[in-house]
Nanobody
């Protein structure tokens, strides 16, 4: 199955963007949620994740303090608020889900069960 990811765009350095990803294919009560990104010529990397019980969040060192992950279980939506964007943040961003419980919050591409289609974020003046 697939989660649906929406909408990136072009933002200037220092700008902000709030990505959202919505799905009705599975329950957020059963899946931890993650964001990944892939820049041209580079491997897909974990950006952030949030646990099923909403008590654990993790961030890649490169985005910690600038990005915030959150979710709305009732709406089946996970968000990634991105602030102080840098040109190095330019990539295609993907939401993903892995079947986990409790505090578990993985950021490995190898354990994801669902992937969104991806949305392109370009940080440039």
């Amino acid at each position: 199955g697939a989660a649906r990811g929406v909408w990136g765009g072009l933002v200037p350095p220092g700008g902000s963007l709030n990505l959202s990803c919505v799905t009705s294919e599975f329950s957020f009560d059963d899946y931890a949620l993650s964001w990944f990104r892939q820049a041209p010529g580079r491997e897909r990397e974990g950006v952030s994740c949030i646990s099923v019980n909403n008590k654990t969040t993790n961030y890649a060192d490169s985005v910690r303090g600038r990005f915030t992950i959150s979710k709305n279980n009732a709406r089946g939506t996970v968000y990634l608020q991105m602030n102080s964007l840098k040109p190095d943040d330019t990539a295609r961003y993907y939401c993903a889900a892995s079947r986990r419980y409790g505090y578990s919050c993985p950021m490995s591409v190898y354990v994801m069960d669902f992937w969104g289609k991806g949305t392109l974020v370009t940080v440039s003046s």
